[in-house]
């Protein structure tokens, strides 16, 4: 079976962080709707069931919560940013997407979003 990458998509994950650069958005956290989609490259193992050729989207998804519901941050641009950061850690990691939704940023809009994508060199 030639499958040559492995796509992990973590959907929705719902956090509350300090965002914005507005004196209220400074000292009261706000929602953000976080979506990864990261790429790897599988190897046979995988398809043995080997945990250790797998990429572990769990300890990425506890970096990311950890990471956002502790900062504080005055742009959407460097809190996605950093979230790109965390999912590119893992030295396998081909490509990397990231976008966070900013829920009633704007009075008329459902959310605000911004997306930022890495790919590796390599």
Do not use: W
Not at 57 to 62: A, R, V
Request: hydrophobic share 40%; proline share 3%.
């Amino acid at each position: 079976m030639p499958i040559s990458n492995a796509i992990i998509e973590v959907k929705k994950l719902r956090l509350r962080t300090f965002i914005g650069f507005n004196q209220e958005e400074r000292e009261k956290q706000q929602d953000v709707v976080v979506n990864l989609e990261i790429h790897y490259p599988v190897s046979a193992d995988v398809f043995n069931d080997s945990v250790d050729a797998a990429l572990n989207y769990k300890t990425i998804t506890k970096k990311v919560i950890e990471h956002v519901e502790q900062g504080h941050f005055l742009l959407l641009e460097k809190l996605v940013a950093d979230v790109l950061n965390i999912c590119c850690d893992h030295p396998s990691v081909a490509y990397a997407r990231v976008s966070i939704d900013k829920p009633h940023a704007l009075r008329f809009a459902d959310s605000v979003s911004l997306t930022l994508e890495h790919r590796s060199d390599t």
